[in-house]
């Protein structure tokens, strides 16, 4: 450790600001989606008479498990599916972002993340102001309760990859139900059941007091994404002989990473949200690595990358002409209005049966 008066203080500019202007963005796109589904919505309502509004393809990003479908789908098969072809786009992204810099997406971009993010600083206040503390809970509890979101994934790829047959996976894509996803999500949404209502306000006010309750213990796609970013090669680097234990970095944390502590932060916990990194006070010290050519890798550079993947990979599905879908808007009219009799398979038994009868009907 260096002594206090030979620090190199560290003088770059924290990048927090710009984090908060693209998560704002992104939540403001996602309500802008969700004000033109809406009138969408009021227009099947209608039967075709109300003013038409576009369906935004934007909404397929809220549909992870038709998307992931048809992801898996399009690298084994090459073909875009043409239900939810945005979705794909979106989750594509969001991946790619992953095996970049970790769990970004769920600290630059998700709009669930951002607004737990601001629940939980909220919180954070009141708790800091009433006991002087943050709330963290203890390890037996935290540790089991992290397991929770990968259980739910499990379950995901197990009934989807291990229960479905590839043609039965295409023809679940193809099913009135999928075609239908995100409308039967709104309708969730406009129609709140006792239990959903009862549901949400319970993680709302947990996550007041417990910081990122959903992302930490629920959220598969998290899940997912944590798993993937184990093989980023972008890695917070702590240099140990600059570093003089002041604890900051840990402090900053919102994932509660012990990162005073740690040569190399893996961790599928850290979101790459770059606070540790922002507070460090010592100049080279804490910093985001390419831990295969060994090289720094600008915060500002971070940010931008993020930011460009993201708009790159939407931005090929919309140029080659694979954002909207191309379900006309009277078809729409006829599911808006049959929706509630589309099932899909759910247990086992059930998947087996989907299985057969695709199988019979490819014969
Ligand atoms: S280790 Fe750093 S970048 Fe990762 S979540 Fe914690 S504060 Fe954010
Ligand atoms: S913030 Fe963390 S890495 Fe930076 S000097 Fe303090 S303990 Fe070391």
Redesign the pocket.
């Known amino acids: 450790m260096i002594e206090k008066k030979n620090i190199i203080r560290n003088k770059e500019k924290p990048v927090q600001k710009f984090r908060f202007y693209v998560q704002s963005a992104m939540a403001i796109l996602c309500m802008w989606i969700g004000v033109e589904f809406f009138f969408f919505v009021k227009y099947l309502q209608s039967e075709g008479s109300a003013v038409f509004i576009n369906r935004p393809p934007g909404v397929e990003g809220f549909l992870p498990i038709s998307s992931m479908m048809s992801f898996y789908i399009f690298i084994k098969t090459g073909v875009i599916h043409h239900a939810h072809p945005a979705g794909m786009f979106i989750f594509a992204a969001i991946l790619l972002i992953s095996l970049v810099f ?1 769990k970004a997406f769920c ?1 630059w971009l998700c709009p669930v993340g951002f607004l737990s993010e601001l629940i939980g600083d909220f919180g954070e206040r009141i708790w800091k102001k009433l006991f002087k503390r943050k709330l963290i809970l203890p390890k037996y509890i935290d540790i089991p309760l992290r397991s929770l979101k990968y259980l739910l994934l499990g379950f995901f790829i197990y009934a989807i990859f291990f229960l479905m047959t590839d043609a039965a996976i295409i023809t679940f894509l193809d099913s009135p139900y999928n075609l239908v996803a995100d409308l039967k999500m709104f309708n969730f949404f406009a129609e709140l059941s006792g239990f959903a209502l009862t549901a949400l306000t319970v993680l709302f006010v947990l996550s007041i007091f417990i910081r990122n309750f959903w992302c930490r213990y629920l959220c598969p796609y998290g899940a997912l994404l944590g798993l993937f970013s184990f093989l980023s090669p972008n890695k ?1 680097v702590r240099n140990k002989v600059s570093c003089i234990d002041c604890g900051l ?1 840990t402090k ?4 509660l ?1 012990k ?1 005073d502590k740690a040569s190399v ?1 893996l ?1 599928d ?9 922002d507070v460090c006070p010592v100049a080279d010290t804490l910093n985001v690595k390419n831990i295969i050519v060994k090289k720094t890798v600008p915060k500002k550079a971070i940010a931008v990358i993020i930011v460009v993947l993201f708009m790159l990979i939407t931005g090929i599905g919309m140029i080659t002409g694979n954002w909207q879908n191309d379900i006309p808007k009277e078809h729409y009219i006829i599911h808006y209005e049959r929706m509630n009799s589309y099932g899909h398979p759910t247990g086992t038994k059930e998947v087996n049966e989907f299985n057969k009868e695709v199988m019979d009907k490819n014969k």
């Open positions: 970790g600290s917070i970095c900053a944390c919102p994932s990473i990162v932060v961790s916990e850290c979101s790459s949200c770059l606070n540790c990194v």
